[in-house]
């Protein structure tokens, strides 16, 4: 039956909620936005033709908050609900909420995101579907037995994955018997912690993370609208994406479309989404996840494909027919433009984004919710913007890129823009000049960010501490000078000059005074962190064991009273859905624990306090306890 959306409420935020918001007013469809404070000015919001204010300063009580974006569906008279990606788009209760009000839910029925959303019954579905995924044990960790015997069986690495993870959220990669017993007792179900809710599975290293982006309509039909590559990621999460997936065999291209049709047959899935698979260099394909929603980088299988994927999930959603996707034209690549920083391990960073100059030309196609002068609020996603370039090959779209990243200047916040220029110049990315394509879902972390962080060893999260080589260098000596544009002999010329050479020059006044970009980082003093020891000393003189990052506190691994050897762990914290851990810089008594699991913190925030003078060195068996502190 086909029932025709008139007025969408799109539960979201940022540049896709703009997205939609433009899709919609094609379609004739009235829009209705909702936001929190920190987005009031969002363009998203004024584009809309009526907005909400969900008010807030938390997800909880904004975009995750199921009942007011109920009431204000109500209150609104929308007939649709568009989740978009990430908040509720996964979240079964939320749809059937939005399917029991009468509205059309634009996205799979809330059946279905039962059966996908968590891993161990996703791992089922692809099992009854006869789809292989990544040997592992489809039931929730109960002791460290079973996980030995499956090690040893399937040998090391092996990953724990939470099952309710997504987006590389809550992976830990175990290399050997010592990190599986530590990653055991940190996570002990007896003692506080949340063994039950991970799952094991073999590492499949040196594989490539593709995937197909499919649809379904409630007639039954299927198609594929394109193949992906997603295997550049960091903290596995994805930067640069591209269609159609590079270098594959027919025979692995008709193998990922038949084991996509498969998983949604199984299902009964209506609506667009993403089947993602692991492929080997001799091209076997493991299932890794169904993502039941849009995703981030749908934009290059539109490109790819010339269809409007948005518009295809409003099509199937009221009870229409998808379109059956033709042959691929061309190729396209996107990448994330985030507000993290290559200089410190691609950390998060905050603030006023003072200069954006957004690059165009032939092929070119910018999705972002930002504006200059608008600021990166710390409490929400980093990702500002994504840029799309598209040519009719993979050469040309990679020369296009090229091109496209020295038009790119974004400045007030830290972005991978300089790291971005150094992977597209990388024989192993590119494929060029004779060399195959060699990149692997560890590729980038391998390459790029494999410096280990002095600050793991004392008291900070590990990911603040590893600098990147080549262009974390570049940004470092960047910080250190300043250009200025000059002309000789008539000819215009850029002149970079070492800040103290500008300072002496001018008497330092320039250099007190002028107005420059800023690149905040979420954690305050955090710029050195790697170049000396002194700064991740402090807590351990002060006994104040502080946050040094905007984060949710996901686990507190001590009590009040209990004594700690230094290099115990404290604290867990999850940014950007990277777990990072908080180490004790020293040996003492814990005096006081200022938060709980749940809670939010910004940088600088108390987390514990130690009673550094007095403690007492509790006895060896204690360090068994201290976290591996990798974040694979």
């Keep these: 039956m086909t029932q025709s959306v008139k007025k969408l409420l799109i539960a979201n935020r940022g540049e896709i909620a703009l997205r939609v918001v433009r899709t919609a007013k094609e379609m004739g469809i009235s829009t209705v936005a909702v936001y929190a404070e920190q987005d009031r000015n969002s363009r998203y919001v004024d584009m809309a033709d009526e907005a909400y204010l969900l008010s807030g300063d938390t997800y909880k009580d904004t975009y995750l908050n199921e009942d007011l974006l109920i009431d204000i569906l109500h209150r609104s008279g929308a007939d649709a609900v568009h989740p978009g990606y990430g908040f509720l788009s996964e979240v079964p209760s939320f749809a059937q909420k939005a399917e029991d009000a009468g509205a059309i839910w634009v996205g799979p029925h809330h059946t279905a995101l039962v059966d996908l959303g968590d891993k161990i019954t996703a791992r089922r579905v692809a099992l009854r579907a006869k789809v292989p995924p990544v040997p592992g044990i489809s039931e929730p960790v109960t002791d460290v037995r079973t996980l030995l015997d499956f090690a040893h069986t399937h040998g090391y690495p092996i990953m724990m994955k939470r099952t309710d993870g997504g987006g590389g959220h809550g992976i830990t990669v175990v290399h050997d018997d010592e990190e599986l017993r530590r990653f055991y007792l940190n996570h002990d179900a007896l003692q506080g912690g949340d063994l039950n809710e991970y799952f094991i599975e073999k590492f499949v290293d040196k594989a ?25 990621q960091r903290r ?67 490109e790819v494909s010339g269809l409007d994927l948005v518009r295809e999930q409003l099509v199937i959603a009221s009870g229409g027919e998808l379109t059956r996707a033709p042959e691929p034209r061309g190729h396209s690549f996107e990448l994330r433009i985030t507000s993290e920083d290559p200089a410190t ?8 984004l003072e200069k954006i100059q957004w690059p165009a030309g032939p092929g070119v196609r910018i999705d972002t919710g930002v504006e200059q002068g608008d600021t990166i609020s710390p409490k929400f996603d980093s990702m500002m913007g994504k840029v799309i370039v598209t040519a009719q090959n993979r050469l040309d779209a990679v020369a296009r890129v090229r091109r496209v990243l020295d038009e790119l200047v974004i400045e007030g916040v830290p972005t991978p823009i300089s790291l971005y220029k150094e992977i597209f110049r990388n024989d192993d990315f590119t494929a060029e000049h004779g060399h195959p394509f060699s990149v692997t879902t560890k590729w980038l972390e391998r390459t790029y960010l494999n410096r280990e962080p002095n600050s793991a060893r004392a008291g900070q999260p590990a990911s603040l501490g590893a600098g990147t080589p080549g262009a974390a260098a570049d940004a470092a000596d960047k910080a250190k000078s300043e250009t200025f544009v000059i002309e000789m002999n008539d000819r215009r010329v850029k002149l970079t000059v070492p800040l103290d050479i500008v300072e002496n020059l001018t008497g330092s006044a320039r250099a007190r ?14 710029h050195n962190v790697a170049s000396g020891a002194s700064n991740v000393n402090d807590g351990a003189k002060s006994g104040i064991i502080a946050s040094p990052m905007q984060a949710v506190v996901t686990r ?3 009590s009040e009273g209990q004594q700690v050897a230094k290099g115990d762990l404290l604290v867990v914290l999850e940014s950007m859905k990277m777990e990072n851990y908080v180490y004790a810089p020293a040996a003492g008594e814990v005096k006081k624990i200022f938060v709980s699991p749940a809670d939010g913190v910004e940088a600088g925030d108390t987390l514990v306090t130690l009673d550094v003078t007095g403690g ?17």
Aim: overall charge negative.
């Design 208 to 232: 490539r993370h593709v995937e197909t982006q499919s649809g379904r309509d409630s007639h039954g039909n299927f198609t594929v609208y394109s193949t992906r590559d997603c295997s550049l």
């Design 236 to 302: 596995n999460q994805k930067l640069v994406e591209e269609a159609p997936a590079p270098f594959l065999t027919e025979a692995v291209v008709s193998t990922l479309e038949e084991y996509s049709r498969r998983l949604f047959t199984t299902v009964d899935y209506v609506g667009l989404g993403t089947c993602e698979f692991m492929v080997t260099p001799n091209g076997k394909v493991y299932f890794l996840e169904v993502n039941p929603r849009l995703q981030v980088e749908h934009t290059v299988s539109e």
């Design 345 to 352: 391990n691609l950390t998060p960073g905050s603030g006023t």
């Design 513 to 526: 005074n002028a107005k420059r970009p800023t690149q905040p980082l979420r954690g305050a003093g955090l």
């Design 556 to 558: 507190i691994n001590v």
């Design 616 to 632: 007492k060195v509790p006895s060896e068996g204690a360090n068994l306890a201290k976290e591996g502190g990798k974040n694979d």
